[in-house]
């Protein structure tokens, strides 16, 4: 997919880039992320908004892979940004991010995070709770400015790829409830705080879904709400954001849909809901962060060791893991992987792909068709784009690997390969443990 190919001698190429000399070049574990795929999804959110004359803001949820180089590319795709803590909107700063495209989200932002983001003027708050609407309003009254917020309403609509499920009250940490009534009173409070300037809602079912129900579900609750507030409080919505949460593929028994069917899922949604209301359609908002860089992204592992256990298994271990992807390890997450080095070499067997980290639970991928493996190899294991550098660790102090762009045969760093000395430079040493010369 996008542009990865085996060429002739069967070795993987992405992004024209030969894979083999990628990891002779940048070393390995890399993570190898295909520019023009990124892009590519962008466009595909941007394109399906903009056939339905509806105004809109794609904005790419930063937490699923958030490095200054990809903040640049959501600027040039004309894309917003979501960001969730200090660190994530200080990226998007450091990379000149526009502010006003910022929408800053979270269950517990801390004083220093929002006084960050009111002086960094950026475009909206994501309020998640009472404590958090009166600290805003305080902090932005102190510094005599007035913010833009939607507010976090957990609409009873949980989904999770063919699955959802539709409850009176969720059991969750986010948001305002819907069921209960917190939500509507939120809306009174918001709108009696005079430096918050509240623009509309937000509502976030799941991630990594297929089908469209949840979402069409989740606008007919919204509307629902709209239209209790605009008659009990005459205020209405400008803004409806629906969140992300759009499946990609890792494997073959994933089947989600083309970006565009739930883009028109939801613009249609809304258009027949709010003007069956007589409600004046609001601007819609999305958070897409799997979706635009899930399957850009490609790990490039070196195979070390092999153990055959004769009868049972064979375990390939890689320099990587869970270090690099604990998805498998935290979600039993399944992969897809070749040899980048030998692609079209027919001579196949079952293997086990493991990491290198001193915990049995470090198992990439279980049960894998390859050709026959060899110390040396190069291991490709695909759709690796969001969430792996983005919740990438030191465990056994390991180091995080490097990350690279590929774009019509070029590559380029854009973060670099962790150093040992990255490793130790936190580290202090306190006096009485130091070392006494002899
Ligand atoms: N908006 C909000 C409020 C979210 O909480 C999330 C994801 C998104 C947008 C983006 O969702 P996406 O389009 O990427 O599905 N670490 C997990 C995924 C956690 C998702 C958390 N929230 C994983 O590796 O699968």
Redesign the pocket.
Known sequence: HGTSQINDKGQLEIGGCNTVDLAARFGTPLYVMDEALIRQRCREYINAFRESGLNFQVAY?S??FCVMAMCRIAEEEGMSL?VVSEGELYTALQAGFPAERIHF?GNNKTPAEIEMAIDANIGCFVVDNFIELHMLNAIAAEKKRKVNILLRITPGVEAHTHEYISTGQTDSKFGFDLGNGSAYRAVEEAVAQPNLELLGIHS?IG??IFEVDGFKLAVEKMIGFATEVRSGLNVTFRVVNL????GIRYTEEDTPLPLRDYVKAITDGIVTYFSSHNYPLPEIWI?????IVGDAGTTLYTVGTVKEIPGVRKYVAVDGGMTDNP?PAL?D?KYEAMLANRGKDANAETVSIAGKCCESGDMLIWDLELPKVQNGDILAVSCTG??NYA?ASNYNRIRRPAVVFVKDGQADLVVKRESLDDLTDLDVIPERLQKKAA
Do not use: I, L, T
């Not at 969140?243 to 759009?246: A, R, V, Y």
């Not at 958070?287 to 979706?291: N, Q």
């Open positions: 949820a937490k699923a979501d989200h976030h991630s990594q969140g992300g949460g759009f958070e897409p962060g799997r979706s998805r979600y997450s969001a969430y919740m």
